[in-house]
């Protein structure tokens, strides 16, 4: 465990890369060979947009990668943060603790927050608005989005007391299961269901990606499914029965548009409050 944080306490630039893009490769190639909707699309096209902002998201990270650092490293100099109350306990144990309180913040509380507030729900429907959600999707996020999740990463750095190994593994650990759960792949019923008493499983979030309240706003996690279960919003629902996108924005063209999604955050629109059927 030692030579896990270590490593990822001075991860390089490049393996980081490997991740991302090792990453959207497999499962780009899985997806290939298990899908779970077999769609008529040109896969390159409507991943086109989806890749512009995962490197939007990119750049504005890397810009912002110095407060990270400063963060964490203050935490650990003053020893502030929930880790730093527990002396002595075994590395294993404070190393999950921290990752599972960082997604807790950084992952489930941002989405969750997204999803409450009007402004921040329609910067968010940049990413609920695909209509063939596949592992490109996984970061197709606008760049307010961006820095709304950096800020929340940063908020949860201070609260854990996290050391920047632990912030790197976290990353690197959503940025794979994130991949994982947005992919269009097909697990035999059984073992996505074991899954997802774990982690967030495939079905499990293709549900929160349905077009129609209440499934919308429900399943919000991220690498964990704990917290969903614990605050009371897992849903379940037949993955067959899942349809992509938001029902009141259902012009596919405009939701594929790179200059239209730019734009999308500032269009006039109020949530509905109450729920809607499938």
Known sequence: MYNLIEYFENIPSIHRAVILVGGISFFWILEGTVPLFAFRYKKWKHAFPNLFFTFTTIIINFLLAFLLLYTSDWVV??????????NGIPLIIEVFLAVLLLDFIGAFLAHYVEHKINPLWMIHLVHHSDHNVDTT????????ESLIRFSFTLFAILIVGAPIGYVMLYQSLSVILT???????????KIDKWLSYLIVSPDMHKIHHHYRLPYTDANYGNIFSIWDRIFGTFMDLDREKIIYGVDVFPDEYKNSNIKDLLKQPFQKYQRPTKSSKI
């Open 77 to 86: 100099e003053n020893e502030y943060g929930f880790i730093h109350l527990f």
């Open 137 to 144: 999707t996984a970061n197709r996020h606008h760049p307010l």
């Open 179 to 189: 991949q994982f759960n947005h992919a269009n792949i097909k697990l035999p019923r």
